[in-house]
């Protein structure tokens, strides 16, 4: 926080070069642990960065971020578009997508106390690299990725194509 929209760049650049992920657990992943500091400015209780912006937070929600990408491919039968739902892929996309949001907010903010529970101290990530230089890496590799997811559906479309006028193409086709 305040910059949870940035870390979508994270989870859309690593499904573009990664596409067996799970992209909703990504997307997911990378935004979940923000309730924390959504619940601190309603309720005034805890803290902007408090606990669950660590291993704990990656702990408490790796499970409900895999449920509510099954939910949400259930819900919208997403199988139709998106690579198909396999458990152990969208928990890895959750926690991967988890700990890349830590690992930024840890570098952006001192409060950050990467390995609770395992130790209270904070900023072990900060300023690690300059603040700016985060912002930059997150919003290239959300155009980079864009660009890439856009690629990716313009060949597979061109392949189609070129498959339904000559048929034959499908004993060479490769896999985009
Ligand atoms: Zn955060």
Same mark, same amino acid.
């Given at each position: 926080m305040p910059a949870t929209p940035l870390h979508f760049g994270f989870a859309i650049f690593l499904f573009s070069i +990664?596409? %067996? @992920?799970d992209p909703i657990a990504l997307l997911i992943g990378v935004a979940i642990i923000d309730l924390e500091p959504f619940f601190y400015m309603i309720t $005034? #209780? $805890?803290? +902007?960065? $408090? #606990? @669950?912006?660590?291993i704990l937070g990656m702990l408490v929600f790796f499970i409900p971020t895999t449920f509510i990408s099954w939910s949400c491919y259930k819900l919208f039968k997403l199988e139709r578009y998106l690579p198909k739902f396999k458990i152990y892929i969208s928990l890895l996309s959750g926690i991967v997508g988890l700990f890349s949001h830590v690992f930024f907010d840890g570098i952006l903010y001192p409060? #950050? @106390? %990467?390995?609770y529970p395992f130790s209270?101290?904070? $900023? @072990?990530?900060?300023n690690i690299i300059p603040s700016s230089a985060v912002y930059w890496i997150l919003v290239i590799m959300l155009f980079v990725g864009i660009a890439i997811l856009v690629l990716r559906y313009y060949l597979k479309l061109l392949w189609k194509k070129r498959e339904e006028t000559n048929p034959t193409l499908l004993e060479g086709r490769i896999n985009i």
């Open positions: +990664l596409p %067996f @992920m $005034g #209780i $805890g803290q +902007l960065h $408090g #606990i @669950m912006h660590s409060e #950050i @106390m %990467f390995v209270k101290q904070a $900023g @072990m990530l900060y």
